[in-house]
């Protein structure tokens, strides 16, 4: 079933609406997505989920991206929203910086992304601020690190074990 609204229409609205906060916008493979100003990801969010026509109701992910080359914005957030309705899909996009990796929660748009939000802090140490119950759930609390962060080798240089004819290399 194809959609019935129409990529630039959405982003034609959202334009309207939030002009100065639209950083970019693109449409690989056709999903509309956009970057927007992580000061206002909640409003953006709230506004796309009440839209009379719109009505992206449906949270479909939430999950975090580190780019430690990306200096200023080496962290970001994706959102993944599709309005059942208008059988239409939209990617938000956010970044910040990893010397202060916090954002606004949507638990109070979207209920479910609770454990969404509580599994990105987990693997990424992104603080949702407002959120219910910001705690560890896969990772030790004791942990001092975010594991899915760029910021460790994957290889030990010095293992003398490890034949690399045997990896391609």
């Known amino acids: 079933m194809r959609s019935k609204l129409q990529n630039e229409e959405v982003l034609a609205h959202i334009r309207q609406n939030f002009k100065e906060d639209i950083l970019f916008d693109e ?4 999903l509309l997505t956009i970057e927007v100003n992580h000061e206002k990801i909640n409003e953006i969010i709230h506004w796309l989920k009440d839209h009379t026509l719109f009505q992206f109701s449906f949270l ?9 080359n990306n200096k200023g914005k080496e962290l970001g957030v994706n959102y993944h929203l599709h309005s059942l309705i208008n059988n239409c899909r939209i990617r938000i996009r956010t ?6 990796p916090e954002i606004q929660t949507i638990t109070d748009i ?7 939000e509580r599994e990105t802090y987990d693997f990424y140490g992104i603080k949702f601020l407002g959120h219910p119950n910001l705690t560890r759930i896969l990772n030790d609390e004791s942990m001092d690190y975010f594991p899915m962060r760029k910021e460790y080798h994957l290889e030990d240089a010095t293992r003398e074990d490890k034949d ?3 990896f391609g290399r």
């Open 27 to 30: 449409q690989p493979f056709g």
């Open 60 to 68: 479909t992910l939430l999950g975090a991206i580190h780019y430690p």
């Open 95 to 100: 970044y910040f910086s990893i010397e202060k």
């Open 110 to 116: 979207f209920p479910c992304a609770n454990w969404l």
């Open 164 to 166: 690399d004819r045997f």
